[in-house]
């Protein structure tokens, strides 16, 4: 089974599991979102990931829309040994 990704996680949270929606509510083509998940267009590590300048922007929707994010939610679980 998969990881789940922050990406997942706040594309669920926020856009009920639609990418397209996510980029529509971060006035971003779908296309943008859909790089966060490509490790082709990421450095390594980072797939998955909402990038930083996205972070703010990700919090305030969460807080438009009275739905509750936490930390865990933006960035990935540490990697177990």
């Known amino acids: 089974m998969a990881d789940i990704t922050p990406l ?9 599991g639609s990418r397209s929606e996510l980029a529509r509510l971060l006035d971003v083509h779908r296309s ?5 998940d490509n490790p082709e ?6 797939r998955g990931t909402i990038p930083e300048k996205y972070v ?3 919090v305030r929707i ?5 739905v509750p994010v936490a930390i865990q939610d933006l960035f990935p679980e ?3 040994s």
Not at 8 to 16: F, K, Q, Y
Not at 32 to 36: A, D, E, L, Q
């Open 32 to 36: 943008t979102v859909s790089g966060w």
């Open 62 to 66: 969460a807080a438009a829309k009275g």
């Open 78 to 80: 540490p990697k177990k």
């Open 41 to 46: 267009r990421r450095a390594k590590g980072m």
């Open 8 to 16: 997942d996680r706040i594309t669920e949270i926020l856009a009920s």
């Open 56 to 58: 703010r922007a990700v």
